[in-house]
T-cell receptor, first 116, second 112 residues
Framework: GAGVSQSPRYKVAKRGQDVALRCDPISGHVSLFWYQQALGQGPEFLTYFQNEAQLDKSGLPSDRFFAERPEGSVSTLKIQRTQQEDSAVYLCASSPTGGGVDTEAFFGQGTRLTVV | SQQGEEDPQALSIQEGENATMNCSYK?????LQWYRQNSGRGLVHLILIRSNEREKHSGRLRVTLDTSKKSSSLLITASRAADTASYFC????????????FGTGTRLKVLA
């Protein structure tokens, strides 16, 4: 596709439910990032993939958060047993190189998760 | 935790005026980037400046970098209503090469 695509755009989950957020990066992009953005704040790093390898997951806030990119393209961020503090916009970004952050990142529109 | 802070937190100007926003960061860097985020949308890359550069231009945008002060500024000249957005700086955290570390953002409002 032309850009990074995320789905769903909006998700409302009851507390305790599991959710899965999908990211389709730009075709051929090596690097893929997940970020969490609380209202009025800047994005906070969650995890990074280089192709299918998850090289950094230091930003995942708890073991309820899990991300995968099994074939080096589409990625899924899964949150188990959602809590109210998980309410945020989840942003996915990709970049063409495997060097991490030495080039611009292309962001998707984000998924707004609301836990009620 | 955020790497840096943008200043001011919010800025309101008239169309045609220039807008300046500043970013301070904490650690050494290899590069610094500026992004724009329109309400409810994703981030759009504006400009990347490397640690050995002091100034960079792109259209109506001018970015400066002072590594001795660990600060950067973004100047938007002849602002337009369409420039209304939040602006974030992002650094690479030097050794932490897998993270873009974002600041807290400046909310710019350009009045027509």
């Amino acid at each position: 596709g032309a850009g990074v695509s995320q789905s769903p755009r909006y998700k409302v989950a009851k507390r305790g439910q599991d959710v899965a957020l999908r990211c389709d990066p730009i075709s051929g992009h090596v690097s893929l990032f997940w970020y969490q953005q609380a209202l009025g704040q800047g994005p906070e790093f969650l995890t990074y993939f280089q192709n299918e390898a998850q090289l950094d997951k230091s930003g995942l806030p708890s073991d309820r958060f899990f991300a995968e990119r099994p074939e080096g393209s589409v990625s899924t961020l899964k949150i188990q047993r959602t809590q109210q503090e998980d309410s945020a916009v989840y942003l996915c970004a990709s970049s063409p190189t495997g060097g991490g952050v030495d080039t611009e990142a292309f962001f998707g529109q984000g998924t707004r998760l609301t836990v009620v | 935790s955020q790497q840096g802070e943008e200043d001011p937190q919010a800025l309101s100007i008239q169309e045609g005026e220039n807008a300046t926003m500043n970013c301070s960061y904490k650690t050494s860097i290899n590069n610094l980037q500026w992004y724009r985020q329109n309400s409810g949308r994703g981030l759009v890359h504006l400009i990347l400046i490397r640690s050995n550069e002091r100034e960079k231009h792109s259209g109506r945008l001018r970015v400066t970098l002072d590594t001795s002060k660990k600060s950067s500024s973004l100047l938007i000249t002849a602002s337009r209503a369409a420039d209304t957005a939040s602006y974030f700086c992002a650094t690479d955290g030097f050794s932490r090469t897998y993270k873009y570390i974002f600041g807290t953002g400046t909310r710019l409002k350009v009045l027509a």
